[in-house]
C-alpha cells in the first residue's frame, strides 16, 4: 500500500501543471456541493423558524382583555379541529410590554402607546401548513374579532424556493461532478499515454492489472481529497467574514454562527466524496485505456 501510494506521490510530481489543473476543475464542484449544503441546511432552519411561529394571529377590540371562559372556549374550539399545535393568548398588559421591548430606543413612540389602544389577541400555530385554514375559520367566527393575520403564503413560498434552490443546486453539483470526471479522466489518460513503454514492461514482468491500476487511482482520489478540503476552507473563511453582515439580517433566526462540529462534518462528507469522485474517475479511465 505504501508503495501504491509512494508511486502515486511521484506521478503527481512528474506532471504538476495537469495535477494543479485537475484540482482547480474539482474545486468548483466542491466549492458548489459546500455552499449548497449550508445553503439546504441554513433554509431548512429558516423554514422551521416560521412553522414554529404563530401562523395565525387574531386581534380583538383594542384595551379589552377577553374573560378566560373565552379564551378556553376558543381554544377547545380549535382543539376540536384536530390541527393545532400551539396557542398563545397575548393580554393587552402583553401587547404593551411587547411593544415596549421592541420600541425602547424611541422615546416618543413610547410615550403615545399604553395598553388601552392595543388590541389583545390570540396566536395559533398548526401542525401542518394544510391545517391553517381550518384554524382561520374557527377564528373568523368568533365574536369581537377585529382583524386576522394569516401567514400561509409565507410558508409555501418559502418552502418552494427551498424546493427550487435544491432542484438547482443539484443540478448544479451534478453538472459540475461530471465535468470533473471527464477531466479528471482526461488527465489520467494523458499520463496513460506517456507511461505506455513503462506499463507494458510492468506487464511483462508479471504485474497484474491492479496493481498497475492502483497508483492512479489514489491519484485521483488525492486530487479529490485535496480539492474538497480547499474548497471548503474557501466556503468556510467567506461564511466567516459574512457571519456579522448575515447576523444583522436574520435577527430572529439562530441560524449563525455555524457550528464547529456541523463544519466539521461537511468537512468529514466533502473529502469522502471527493475521494469518491476522483478514484470514480481514474477508475474509468484505466478501463477504457488499459483495457484491463
Known sequence: MNKRITSSWQQIRRTPYQAIAAIMVLMLTFIASTALTLISLGSVKILQHFENAPQVIAFFASGIDLEESEIAEIKNQLNQTGKLADFKYVSTHEAE???????????????????KILPPSIEVSAKTIDGLNNLKVVLERQPGITDIAF????????????????????????YLAL?????????TSLKIL??????????????????????????????????????????YLALLYAT????????????????????????????????????LATLLATRRFLKV
Open 244 to 279: 456579522p453582515f448575515l447576523s444583522l439580517w436574520l435577527t430572529e433566526v439562530a441560524l449563525l454562527p455555524v457550528p464547529v462540529t456541523v463544519m466539521a462534518g461537511i468537512l468529514a462528507a466533502q473529502l469522502i466524496f471527493g475521494a469518491l469522485v476522483g478514484g
Open 179 to 187: 465535468q470533473s470526471i471527464l477531466v479528471i479522466g482526461v488527465v
Open 97 to 115: 410590554a411587547i411593544y415596549r421591548e421592541k420600541n425602547q430606543d424611541d422615546p416618543l413612540l413610547l410615550e403615545l402607546v399604553n395598553y
Open 151 to 174: 401567514y400561509e403564503d409565507i410558508i409555501e413560498s418559502l418552502s418552494r424556493w427551498v424546493r427550487n434552490i435544491r432542484i438547482f443546486g443539484l443540478s448544479l453539483i451534478a
Open 194 to 235: 506517456h507511461r505506455k513503454p513503462e506499463i507494458e514492461i510492468m506487464r511483462l514482468l508479471g504485474a497484474s492489472n491492479w496493481f498497475i491500476r492502483w497508483p492512479f487511482v489514489f491519484e485521483g482520489m488525492f486530487y479529490g481529497a485535496i480539492s474538497a478540503f480547499i474548497a471548503w476552507g474557501i466556503v
